[in-house]
């Protein structure tokens, strides 16, 4: 019965599954680590979905969707940034002012550009020579698109520059100690306007990669919420990119795992109710959060704003 | 103060933002008769919502812009808006105040006993909550179910099918359900997979779900609810040919080479009927199902899609059984 569930299909739809969460995660890792809760995670997403959607149906050009879903995303972020970080503006309040304005925002244009549902051509699956038609491995891990790739590429790659740069050990010095790292030298406000517009231009490339590689369309909520659930994850890892992915991984197989199981409920002779099968990954990664976060020291100045000389 | 000062920033964007999400559609007349629908998606979703919304121009048509006139709020998928939204209608006076989805039940039996002069309808469901001022409709896709389910069964080659739902109640279930039944009349040893995602509006969830049929052999695939373009999506972007049968709304334009025939609700047969009795002072205690019968419920096929004359005679023999009631459209097991 295991191989029959656990299948190298159910691992691949696990690892596409968790393609938005790892784009949104890192970004909010970014910011949370300088200080900046962003809860308008998703309403970045929203519009970064419709950004790249309507510049590829309207150029055809998936190069255009990902500069327009990045733009989208990085100016969302500064406007987060500037509430939060200039204004001074409570953060958990300000990024839900933000989300309403993504869902509301990304809606309205949809309705009044496109309207009824149209599909794009978005990423293709890469076809990777050889590797592709490795049995098992090849369909795991090297038959989607190519936005999955650069999702996994952008953990290492956010875990060398937040532990072993200069740009790095400045964010994390102004989330855990603003005031020391200002008596450094370090422009607080700076790197704050920098880590927030980053993790705009993740949750933008995030939403992204619903809308021209997954799914393909558009529609109103399209990200239903996955935002706020990578903000989530981004406590789960722990305010580290490897712990985040780990913790999107566990979330999207369980996902995963369970579509396949009831999908083949009645050929395996089985009888979970659906009830219990949709709350499963919601409930596994909570029991994982609960182990996880022992011991687990967030960062200090996590949602409280800087002024200088306080 | 500045704390404040943003916060009022930040809500005065948004409101300015979502005001014209409330979308209105209105006519001038003399004493028109006023309808007022709140809808969990869009009124262009190719689905629940624009089922409704179709129904209503229908109706506009037939009565004329003077005479009737409506007004919607679409996109509406928390309730507490709807309940806003309903209550503010109510005040207002309208005629009839429809909340078009099965989520907002608890809320017109809340809101219908403190306006008992105001008609107030709801779907999909039968329960009228014993009001006189409360009608209730639903749909008996179960029965259009059936017939794609049928044609399912005949048209896939791998003999396997995969039917992606949305949460396990109302139309939505009805319709899985009848499929079910139906794709087994056809072909007692087809395989149909049944896969409810717990969601009306996660469009991801949904591809991934039809990501997961595929992988396990289906090439004909159909679902419910609005969630169900993530699915199309995914059938589009197959290399091999992977059918659709749509519900609720025509969805042929979401495919046009894939999409078989689409089982379409047309509430303008209850709506007509509801407008009917309120006008004689009837304002509830009604309950409607669109059927094949009432013609509230009909298949339109995609006419770019072949579909042999054969087959074509025996869907049309099929719908006379069903009407008939000489074939049950649910197996026992789901219609007890």
Redesign the interface.
């Given at each position: 019965m295991l191989s029959d569930i656990l299948t190298a299909s159910v691992i691949a739809s696990a690892i596409r599954l968790a393609t938005p969460y790892i784009f949104a995660g890192m970004g909010e890792t970014f910011g949370q680590r300088s200080g900046v809760l962003n809860l308008g995670v998703d309403g970045i997403m929203l519009l970064g979905a419709f950004a790249a959607y309507y510049a590829v149906l309207e150029t055809g050009s998936l190069l255009f969707g990902v500069m327009a879903a990045l733009a989208t995303g990085m100016l969302m972020g500064l406007v987060m940034a500037f509430v939060s970080v200039t204004l001074q503006a409570e953060q958990g309040i300000s990024g839900i002012g933000l989300y309403l304005f993504g869902l509301g925002l990304s809606d309205m244009l949809y309705q009044r550009l496109v309207g009824t549902p149209v599909h794009v051509d978005g990423f293709p699956r890469v076809d990777i020579p050889v590797l592709t038609d490795l049995p098992v491995l090849g369909e795991i891990f090297f038959n989607h698109n190519f936005l999955v790739y650069v999702a996994f590429a952008s953990v290492p790659l956010s875990a060398f520059v937040l532990t072993r740069t200069t740009f790095g050990l400045k964010i994390r010095a102004v989330g855990q100690n603003p005031e020391a790292a200002d008596a450094m030298g370090v422009n607080v406000a700076r790197i704050r306007y920098f880590t927030v517009i980053i993790g705009g231009a993740f949750s933008g490339i995030a939403g992204a990669s619903l809308s021209i590689a997954l799914v393909n369309f558009f529609q109103g909520n399209l990200t239903a919420g996955k935002g706020f659930i990578a903000v989530a994850l981004v406590y789960f890892g722990a305010w580290r990119p490897y712990w985040v992915m780990a913790g999107t991984l566990l979330f999207s197989t369980v996902d995963a795992l369970q579509l396949q199981i009831k999908t083949l409920e009645n050929a395996l002779n089985l009888d979970i109710p659906n009830e219990l099968a949709v709350m499963a990954p919601y409930v596994v990664t909570l029991v994982a959060l609960i182990f996880a976060s022992k011991g687990v020291e967030k960062p200090t100045a996590l949602t409280k704003p800087f002024e200088r000389g306080e | 103060m500045?704390?404040l000062f943003?916060?009022l920033i930040?809500?005065a964007?948004?409101a300015v933002?979502?005001v014209?999400?409330t979308?209105t559609h209105t006519a001038q007349a003399d004493d028109p008769f006023r309808v007022a629908v709140v809808m969990p998606?869009?009124t262009?979703?190719?689905a629940f919502s624009q089922s409704m919304y179709d129904a209503l121009l229908f109706v506009q048509e037939e009565m004329g812009e003077d005479n009737f006139e409506f007004v919607f709020q679409d996109?509406t998928?928390v309730v507490d808006d709807a309940a806003v939204a309903l209550r503010e209608w109510a005040l207002e006076g309208y005629d009839l105040i429809i909340a078009h989805g099965s989520q907002y039940g608890a809320v017109v039996e809340e809101i219908a006993i403190d306006f008992p002069d105001t008609s107030f309808a709801w779907g999909t469901d039968s329960d009228t909550f014993g009001f006189d001022n409360v009608f209730a409709y639903e749909a008996a896709s179960d029965q259009g179910g059936f017939v794609n389910g049928y044609l399912a069964a005949q048209l896939t080659e791998s003999g396997v099918l995969?039917v992606i739902g949305p949460?396990?109640t109302g139309d939505a279930k009805l319709y899985v359900d009848g499929f079910v039944a139906g794709a087994v009349y056809g072909d007692e040893d087809i395989?149909?997979?049944?896969?409810?995602?717990?969601?009306f509006?996660?469009?991801?969830?949904a591809?991934?779900?039809a990501?997961?049929?595929v992988?396990?052999d289906a090439d004909v695939l159909t679902g419910s609810a609005?969630?169900v373009?993530?699915a199309?999506?995914v059938a589009?972007?197959q290399d091999e040919q992977v059918l659709w049968f749509g519900t609720q709304a025509n969805q042929t334009?979401?495919?046009p080479e894939l999409v078989v025939a689409s089982q379409v609700y047309h509430w303008e047969v209850v709506l007509m009927d509801m407008i009917e009795l309120i006008q004689d002072g009837t304002l509830g205690g009604e309950s409607y199902s669109l059927t094949l019968e009432n013609e509230g419920l009909t298949i339109e096929f995609n006419e770019e899609f072949e579909v042999d004359e054969e087959l074509l005679d025996e869907v049309d023999s099929l719908i006379e059984g069903i009407i008939a009631g000489d074939i049950p459209t649910l197996m026992e097991e789901d219609s007890e």
């Open positions: - | 500045r704390k943003v916060l930040v809500t964007v948004f933002v979502a014209p999400l979308s998606s869009a262009n979703d190719l996109g998928f995969g949460i396990e395989t149909v997979n049944v896969n409810y995602i717990g969601s509006s996660d469009v991801a969830l591809a991934e779900a990501e997961t049929h992988a396990n609005q969630m373009v993530g199309v999506g589009i972007d334009s979401l495919a």
